[in-house]
């Protein structure tokens, strides 16, 4: 299995400049997960979809993020306008949840894009 | 309103001694914590994890125990080797909610020779 992917690993980008950042999940997981990791915060959950259908995305700090999930292989996270303080590290993972109990609730995470916005 | 906490950003502990991680939580509905470690430019990969209905799970060096009425959870790596030098990260589910995952803002360990 080629685990989660995401793409570029790395974007260097002026402010104002629109972003967006790809990723494909495990095949036959059902939850996907869209993270932001900065020093001040950490490990941030921005939204999560359960089979291709958004379930919350209290976590996304503004309205110039946003995400969709197409189908069950792909999901993109888009800022736009982007600015200097958006710059970090971006995680996508996925997981297979069981409606009917016994997960273990593990997550599988992707090797992440370094978004830098100067 | 940091549900899962991590209070010691780092940890710097000699090779072939304990290392121990701890974790605090708010949340009594918690029924799942997971322990996940992170390499540089890497994601995170899961380590080790335990139901609230057990007080220990143990994986080789790595041993998990939760205390729910201290709201505790605490990683111990014996003996620690030079390549567990990583960021470790708490995390804590609810039964049903999608394996939704809450983090502490983690702890970076260092051990030397």
């Known amino acids: 299995d080629a685990g989660v992917i995401q793409s570029p690993r790395h974007e260097v980008t002026e402010m104002g400049q629109e972003v967006t950042l790809r990723c494909k999940p495990i095949?036959?997981?059902?939850?996907l997960f869209w993270y932001r990791q900065t020093m001040m915060r950490g490990l941030e959950l921005l939204i999560y979809?359960?089979?291709?259908?958004?379930?919350?995305d209290s976590g996304m700090p503004e309205d110039r993020f946003s995400a969709k999930m197409p189908n069950a292989s792909f999901s993109t996270l888009k800022i736009q306008p982007s600015e200097p303080r958006d710059s970090a590290v971006y995680f996508c993972a996925s997981s297979l949840a069981l409606a009917s109990g016994g997960t273990t609730y593990e997550q599988y995470f992707g090797p992440g894009t370094r978004l830098t916005v100067t | 309103d940091q549900q899962v906490k991590q209070n010691s950003p780092s940890l710097s502990v000699q090779e072939g001694r304990i290392s121990i991680l701890n974790c605090d939580y708010t949340n009594s509905m918690f029924d799942y914590f997971l322990w996940y470690k992170k390499y540089p430019a890497e994601g995170p990969t899961f380590l080790i994890s335990?139901?609230?209905?057990?007080d220990k799970n143990e994986d080789g060096r790595f041993t998990v125990f939760l205390n729910k009425s201290a709201k505790h959870l605490s990683l111990h790596i014996v003996p620690s080797q030079p390549g567990d030098s990583a960021v470790y990260f708490c995390?804590?589910?609810?039964?049903?909610?999608?394996?939704?995952?809450?983090f502490g803002a983690g702890t970076r360990l260092a051990v030397h020779p």
């Open positions: 335990i139901s609230s209905i057990k």
């Open positions: 995390a804590a589910a609810f039964s049903g909610g999608y394996n939704k995952l809450i």
């Open positions: 095949s036959g997981h059902n939850s």
């Open positions: 979809f359960n089979n291709n259908v958004p379930i919350d």
